[in-house]
């Protein structure tokens, strides 16, 4: 696995499930302590208005996206996702391209292969 470097940004995605608030913020601490800086936090599934607030109060970060479940995953669906959820939560082009995606899921990091639908 490779390692993230301190110098790298990255985008925290976490299922929007019952334990998804205390979790989130568990990662962020986690993400301090190891001086990972934060660019935000992504919910995916169905939208949740008190746990965005619930994890930009607690864990002191900003959710950049909330994103339904994607039921056919392409690359034009994937591009649709990005041109709704992220083109104005993070901008590109001044020059932080350079994004690690930590992806931390209770059922580990395969757990949406298989389904009918997946999320992003």
């Not at 962020?28 to 746990?51: A, D, F, T």
């Amino acid at each position: 696995m490779p390692r993230i470097s301190a110098a790298s940004s990255c985008v925290l995605v976490r299922e929007t499930t019952r334990w998804m608030c205390s979790r989130s913020i568990l990662s962020i601490e986690q993400l301090r302590v190891h001086h990972i800086p934060l660019l935000g936090i992504v919910m995916n599934g169905p939208k949740n208005e008190s746990n965005k607030q619930a994890i930009e109060h607690f864990g002191n970060a900003r959710v950049i996206a909330q994103v339904d479940t994607v039921s056919d995953i392409t690359p034009d669906s994937l591009k649709a996702v990005f041109e709704k959820e992220f083109r104005n939560a993070i901008d590109i082009a001044d020059g932080s391209d350079h994004l690690a995606s930590v992806h931390t899921n209770a059922n580990g990091p395969d757990a949406t292969k298989g389904g009918a639908s997946q999320r992003v």
